[in-house]
């Protein structure tokens, strides 16, 4: 073999991603936002590892060799299978298993960190991404899903989303329960064959989705669908149901009220769904930011009693400029059975999670993307070896400032350092001659406004006349110049 | 089985910890800050996936099963390994390699982030812990070596650390080989093992180092160790190398000028730290935070010219109270060969790495815990739900006014819920009965005072006086109370 073909090629794994500087600005500022707004809430921050192991996890599966289906795991030196984290609800449940003697209760944390998922990459789907959770374990009472409902719309708007820019949707579990036992179903099978076709709802619209709930329904390529096999009147009472929502919460209490029939565990899907309305009253969390929704029923499987769903509103478009509706931004609900896999003790639970990176994605979508534009350092161009000390004391005293300043390191040219400074984004140039250190005078190249010059923003004539694209200043005048360029 | 012995153990895997709030906020405090120090010095923030390809880390021995020595491997669908990074540097010389033409160049990045080891775990040894790098690659110039100096060592004071309770010590790898060169030492063996004997003068002192330097030492146990084999001339020059660090940087300059000889790469290591020097003294980077240490050799064998290493110098103490050497807190150096893997094209990189939670031990060490103390929520009582309004409309004032939190949300009674408060580190619990609804007021128990007169902190009677540990006030007055409590 060649020494060149022994050279491993330079690529990232399938599926994993490299991130610059502008995407993990708007991350961090999420993140740094949306933590702030769930310690005010008195929830404490938590990191657990990136691994687990499989066993609590709940991947293991004792016929496979190895367990990897939808996680990566590996064997540790004593035998045991590791997996990383595929979500950081797992992690909370082993860790709250763990130490639950010593912990506070209810326990209230919230964490952000990387998940992996051993799963076929493609476009926009990614196996790392970075998630955000906060949970309550130990508490009972609606007011504890309240406060993540009410934490999660306040989270999203300090993130950047406006107010009616988006909602958290909210349905229990035992309203369809409740009404689904009224109408003698009880076999699991047929409630999921319900919520399966109840989530088609916005696809199939109610005509479609009552054929899901009877027999069955061809599509337009013939292909037959088993239906959940209600009988005609519990498919119009689940589907009168899942059109109770209503302006404002109380209006859809009242209209689920209507239509849920008496049984057991509806009442009790009211009566907790009245508390989280109280609650949220409470905390001034208005319909603009949180209404009763009985047609959400993704996670319905998972959740044991309310569940929620923040979708985005705003107007988003695709790449190519189309509208395009983008949908869900994060969910949760309560879960009771988690650390029960642990101890036998079922432990009530409930939280809220977000991916970054989507949350982003729909920020930017809606042209609300966050925090401050990423910029390039002002540079000063490096002219000669000997003038090497005067470069460093100026961007020196720039940096003292908080301007962000590099001297040009590299070997190249003028010309090359000009084009380095544009593609790093920043906002000038600096050149400082001998001439220039002799008379204690410094030029500065406004490289922003040569950007919305050619890129056509600005009228060429008018801005040439009070900003002029280079100038010899004196050198105390340098960083108040700077500022007005970084302002402009 | 029983259902009980069919449940997984709630354990982390050996050698990954929990952090809890308290270390999760010192070391956001440290990223934050230092991330701010490098973003001013125009380093671009990069984040890549948490695997490579195994033969990109460096780590595939081909004739291996798998190439697991040290590194998280698994093997991907497709049959290639991928490893967990084991630093930041790897997966940035691949980044590098992989994206070279569209880059600014010279390239200066940071990067923070999990690094994994697969190494036997031990008391503060760790498999999983957050480094933070600095690079700048594709320059060879010196000066871009005095930039990544002078930000370790701002970096270092932004993160907590008092000017002259730090220092970046410097070295270059040239003068030790220019120095060897002139006394006919050329195999890379011995100088392998000059290198190891060096690294010895804390613990054995220059009289031992010599004779590792020469024939060898036998110790107190009688184990002999084999030394470099070098001659007595050959030995009192390295030597007399390692002791000609002085107060001042141009004093060691002077100091190593005469002892290393005339040789062309000691003298080129020799004008490269002039130059460093230099720049250095441009940035206004003093003596008090970067000398110029010959002795230093860590890493020595792996970088080709300037080494850095941050060493502390604050008297720290152990868990006992006893005085401890804490040692180096970060390092780096000039590495020209590690894109060459890739490209077979030596490119010039230089940078600075240190760990995150070891810097926060450092701190904390130290006594310089940085940021702010990580405390509870207030904590409002919960009487009665009937006032779950009332307490919800209460915590979402104080929220609204910045102070953090909650309504308590467990089943408990009073003594539970003060003892709850307590454990959180709340400062403050709120009692609001019906009849301080009625009546508008709130009573506050100041549980700082408690905490404080319980560890004897303050005099109780003298306290008493202007300081009631409970208080019932008009709610108006409630947010200025609780800001008294907080900032007393």
């Known amino acids: 073999m060649s020494e060149a073909s022994q050279r491993p090629e330079a690529r990232s794994p399938r599926g994993f991603v490299d991130r610059r500087a502008r995407d993990l600005a708007a991350e961090r500022e999420i993140l740094t936002r949306v933590s702030a707004v769930y310690e005010r809430y008195g929830f404490e921050a938590l990191d657990t590892g990136a691994f687990e192991y499989a066993d609590a996890l709940g991947k293991f599966l004792p016929d496979a060799d190895r367990p990897n289906e939808g996680v990566f795991a590996l064997q540790d030196d004593d035998e045991q299978w590791m997996a990383l984290r595929y979500d950081l609800t797992a ?286 350092p002002v540079v000063v161009i490096a002219f000669s070896q000997d003038d090497m000390g005067e470069y460093f004391k100026l961007v020196g005293e720039l940096r003292a400032a908080g301007i962000p300043a590099e001297v040009y390191l590299g070997a190249s040219g003028m010309k090359a350092q000009m084009k380095y400074a544009d593609r790093r984004l920043s906002p000038a140039a600096i050149m400082l001659g001998g001439d220039e250190v002799a008379a204690g005078t410094v030029t500065v190249k406004d490289l922003d406004l040569g950007r919305e010059l050619s890129a056509g923003v600005t009228d060429n004539a008018a801005w040439r006349a009070e900003r002029p694209g280079q100038q010899t200043i004196p050198r105390a005048e340098l960083i108040p110049a700077l500022r007005r360029i970084l302002e402009a």
């Open 91 to 376: 992690p909370l449940a082993r860790f709250v298993a763990q130490t639950w003697e010593t912990l506070p209760k209810p326990f209230r944390r919230y964490a952000f960190g990387p998940v992996w998922r051993n799963e076929k990459p493609g476009p926009g789907r990614f196996r790392e991404f970075v998630q955000c959770d906060a949970d309550t374990v130990g508490s009972s009472r609606p007011e504890a899903d309240a406060e993540i409902i009410a934490m999660a719309a306040e989270g999203l708007g300090a993130a950047g989303l406006p107010t009616g820019g988006y909602v958290v949707k909210i349905n229990n579990r035992k309203l369809l329960n409740g009404l689904l036992a009224t109408a003698g179903v009880s076999s699991e099978g047929q409630k999921l064959a319900v919520l399966r076709a109840v989530d088609k709802l916005d696809r199939l619209g109610a005509d479609g989705v009552r054929l899901l709930l009877g027999e069955g329904r061809k599509d337009e390529s013939g292909a037959f669908t088993k239906g959940a096999g209600l009988d005609a009147k519990a498919a119009e009472a689940v589907l009168a149901f899942t059109a109770a929502g209503a302006a404002s919460r109380s209006e859809t209490l009242d209209a689920i009220a209507r239509v849920i029939g008496g049984s057991a565990e509806g009442d009790e899907g009211l009566a907790e769904l009245a508390r989280i309305d109280a609650a949220l009253k409470g905390l001034g969390v208005g319909a603009d930011q949180a209404v009763f929704d009985p047609s959400v029923v993704r996670g319905l499987e998972y959740y044991t009693g309310a569940v929620f769903e923040a979708e985005l509103l705003l107007q988003t478009t695709d790449d190519k400029g189309e509208p395009v509706r983008f949908g869900s931004v994060g969910g949760g609900g309560r879960y009771d059975d988690l650390v029960a896999r642990f101890t036998g003790e079922r432990t009530p639970a409930t939280g809220f999670s977000f991916g970054v990176s989507r949350l982003a994605s729909a920020l930017r979508a809606a042209g609300r993307n966050l925090g401050r534009e990423v910029r390039g």
